[in-house]
């Protein structure tokens, strides 16, 4: 089965492309450039195995949540391919991907870089998420997580001091979500045939009522 | 606490806006208010000088949102440059993600910024440009929000405008 696995969460984007000889990993961007870097990347590693997006089977995406500025490039990317080629997608959670990559017998919380002072944070024990996703600053994170749990991804990394103050351990390793380890999750969870293509929309947490506060007769004045 | 200065020509309030840049970091958002034609894309043409943004940098009216390369000693890569005037909804103003894209080593100057600053970052500065006595007068105030940029430099670096 031929696979192409999108990241675009956080500021670093990649690709993997799994096919039955292996997978491969490849990053595309590291400074938020992925308008730009993403699909020239794609088509440069499909080309170098000779294939065509016709070749591919199943697209993984990582849907969130995470930077609104990666994920709108990376799932319109997907779900774009998706509708050409008549392919199957399905979508992963960045903070299930990250839970991934490190030990699984870790307490852990999955911690992504929200940016304006917040972090997007999911609590997992083995390989089960016992916590919704959620948004909070990291300070309230400090609070809720215990202190035999192991922060891991950029998120942790940015606030690292914040939550060394408050005694919390950080594992550097893991930083940011592996589309490699996104299609094993994939594998593990036997959603290949995909999912339907209107279910993939970035998932982004925060509140729209944040927004509301628009004035919009001000600039008519005076 | 606000610092109120005035300038007398549009060059003064462009050499204000490149001062003001010398105290910036990466991460701040200038809020731009005040009305049409007051001058507030003079202080960003200002700022993107103090920047070291070399293109000509105009309102972008249309675009909503400009990026431009930017080349200083403080580690600001990018000037981002907004104009919020045609913006019809907050969700709008969203859709631009400026309190995001600020974070990747830039800052902001938002032309109408006040009509959203909710969702303009959490490090903030405001500049409130108004008409003075002459014709060529402008009353400039400025307060910061964010403790990433300090009141004092900032009325240190403007201070030959004060009022
Ligand atoms: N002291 C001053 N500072 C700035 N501009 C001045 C000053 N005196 C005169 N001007 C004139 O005022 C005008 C300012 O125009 P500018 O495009 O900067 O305004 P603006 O606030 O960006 O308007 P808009 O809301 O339409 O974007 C220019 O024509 C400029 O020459
Ligand atoms: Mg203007």
Redesign the pocket.
Known sequence: MNILAIETATSVAAIAISSDEGTEEVEASRDMHHVETLVPCIQDHLRQRSWTMRDLDLIVVDIGPGLFTGLRVGVSAARSFAAALDCAIVGVSSLEVLARQRRQDEDCWSVIDARRGEVFAQHFLGDQAVSDPLVLTPEALGQLAGDQTVLIGDGAQRYRDVFASMGLVVNEDVVTPSPACAIELIKARQLTTGQDLRSIVPMYLRDPDAVANFHVLD?FKS | MTLTL?????????DLGSQLASVLVPGVVIV?A????????????GLARGLGVTGRVT?P?FTLLASHRANNSRGITTMLHA?L?RTVSGEEVDDLAIGELVESGAVCFV??GDLAPDVLGAQRIFVS?SQ?EL????I?AIETQTTAVAEGAIAEALGGWSS
Request: hydrophobic share 30%; aromatic share 6%.
């Open positions: 600039r | 005035t300038t007398h020509s549009v060059e003064e309030t462009r731009a005040g009305g049409l034609g007051v001058g507030k894309t003079a202080m960003a043409q309102s009216t104009d005037y032309e109408w440009l003075g014709d060529d007068d402008r400039i």
